[in-house]
């Protein structure tokens, strides 16, 4: 019951199931197989969410980069050459470098050339430059954190709808193998026998309209598997992989533990804190001085070569005084919003406990239910092998009916537990050993 399975994912993929009987069925061939593994690399190359989530990623680096260079000093050239009239001194715009027009020596325009070079390095402010750099390192931790979380998502959807297209693949050939047979049983039976041959035939066109309900069912899966990988729902996909059975041994106490260390929404609210926290500080910052300071050379002219000479260095001391309270309405505001991520903490951390402890509840049903199962069907293939060569054609129809019932609540039990571990790993927020 654990041999490899290859399903191609297409809209007749499931005739692939058709192999008991003396024609093989024809089946576009896939452009490629693809494992477990393999199929969540290739969502994770695929999927738009991730992509953005990577994007915001470098967006924050980017940022604390920026944040990193009020540290530098800022140097710079200005250049100038300038023809104008003026009857009184006159200073250009700021966009030219504010230079300082003398009047013009007669009614002819004049020129005037001019180069400044200039230095501006900060020397203090109020812990301004150290909360910024600060607040876009954690914003960057944030950033990361998101992409993890809509990773562990999409890891957790691919691997169910893997499950999903080989449980639909499970029920159709468990139901092909019992058609196939019931077709052979109705050789052996007499055509006289009405009443046989009617109870043969209902559960035939039982088989056929279940069959068909389950290839439509497989359709839908494949539809969500291909939807999921984030290709195009025409593409001829296939795969290959095992729905066997998983042992499963974890203490409770263990796995919620582990979920406080590694949910990415409580890390993210860690975060989330550290940048209140900062942002209080920034708001603090604006009531301390900023100290600069500054330095200029420049050249000037009305012609060449420039010999006059001008140069400054200034140190520059801005103190805010009264901004009509403002900034003691931000620091509050701050604060509350510092708060408010406390107390959303402590729900995050009440959902992501109920969210293991719902996930666990549903692993260890599925393997009790898996094991109770297996061991159902095999007293049950025990008990009706003897009815194999039995001349009574309406036991062994019953026998069929049974074991169906019994194989596809076995299947059924396996896939429950392997989604429901999948689903526990997400839970946890880390990898759990089968």
């Known amino acids: 019951m654990t041999r490899k399975l290859i399903l191609s994912l297409s809209f007749l993929g499931a005739c692939s199931l058709c192999l008991p009987r003396p024609a093989v069925c024809q089946e576009p061939s896939p452009e490629q197989v693809l494992t477990l593994p393999q199929g969540i690399e290739r969502a994770l190359q695929n999927n738009q969410r991730l992509l953005m989530a990577q994007e915001d990623i470098r967006?924050?680096?980017?940022?604390?980069?920026?944040?990193?260079?009020?540290?530098?000093?800022?140097?710079?050239?200005?250049?100038?050459?300038?023809?104008?009239?003026?009857e009184q001194n006159y200073v250009m715009p700021p966009e030219f470098g504010s230079v300082l027009?003398?009047?013009?020596?007669?009614?002819?325009?004049?020129?005037?050339?001019?180069?400044?070079?200039?230095?501006?390095?900060?020397?203090?402010?109020?812990?301004?430059?150290?909360?910024?750099?600060?607040?876009?390192?954690?914003?960057?931790?944030?950033?990361?954190?998101?992409?993890?979380?809509?990773?562990?998502?999409?890891?957790?959807?691919?691997t169910k709808a893997f499950y999903d297209v080989l449980l639909c693949q499970r029920k159709i050939?468990?139901?092909?193998?019992?058609?196939?047979?019931?077709?052979?049983?109705?050789?052996?039976?007499?055509?006289?026998?009405?009443?046989?041959?009617?109870?043969?035939?209902?559960?035939q066109s039982r088989l056929r309209r279940e069959i068909a309900e389950r290839r439509r069912e497989l359709e839908s899966a494949r539809l969500t598997f291909l939807s999921v990988l984030g290709v195009e729902l025409y593409t001829q996909v296939g795969i290959q992989g095992e729905l066997t059975a998983?042992?499963?041994?974890?203490?409770?106490?263990?796995?919620?533990a582990w979920a406080q260390e590694?949910?990415?929404?409580?890390?993210?609210?860690?975060f989330q804190q550290e940048m209140d926290k900062l942002a209080v500080n920034l708001s603090q910052a604006e009531r301390f001085p900023v100290v600069a300071f500054g330095a200029a050379y420049e050249l000037n002219d009305p012609e060449f070569p420039l010999k006059t000479t001008q140069w400054s260095a200034a140190l520059n001391v801005s103190l805010p005084l009264f901004d009509g309270f403002s900034s003691r309405a931000r620091i509050r505001q701050k604060r509350m919003q510092a708060n408010q991520s406390r107390i959303r903490r402590a729900q995050i951390e009440d959902e992501v406990n109920l969210e293991v402890r719902e996930s666990y509840a549903d692993?260890?049903?599925?393997?009790?239910?898996?094991?109770?199962r297996e061991k159902e069907l095999q007293e049950a293939e025990s008990l009706t092998r003897g009815l194999e060569n039995g001349k009574d054609a309406g036991d062994r129809l019953r026998a069929k009916t049974w074991l169906i019932e019994l194989r596809e609540s076995y299947w059924e039990a396996v896939h429950g537990q392997r989604v429901a571990a999948a689903k526990l790993q997400k839970a946890v927020g880390r990898p759990l050993g089968e």
């Open 59 to 86: 967006i924050s680096e980017q940022r604390l980069r920026e944040a990193q260079s009020q540290y530098f000093p800022q140097l710079g050239l200005n250049f100038n050459s300038a023809r104008y009239l003026a």
């Open 101 to 158: 027009l003398r009047p013009s020596r007669g009614l002819e325009p004049d020129m005037f050339y001019s180069a400044r070079a200039w230095l501006k390095q900060p020397l203090y402010s109020g812990g301004r430059t150290r909360n910024t750099i600060r607040l876009s390192r954690t914003n960057l931790e944030r950033a990361r954190i998101q992409y993890e979380e809509i990773r562990s998502r999409l890891v957790f959807d691919v």
């Open 363 to 372: 692993v260890v049903y599925w393997q009790n239910e898996r094991l109770r």
């Open 246 to 256: 998983l042992s499963f041994d974890m203490d409770l106490a263990k796995l919620l």
């Open 173 to 203: 050939q468990i139901r092909v193998e019992a058609l196939n047979s019931l077709s052979a049983l109705s050789l052996s039976v007499s055509s006289e026998d009405v009443r046989r041959r009617t109870e043969l035939g209902v559960a």
């Open 262 to 270: 590694s949910r990415s929404e409580i890390r993210q609210t860690d």
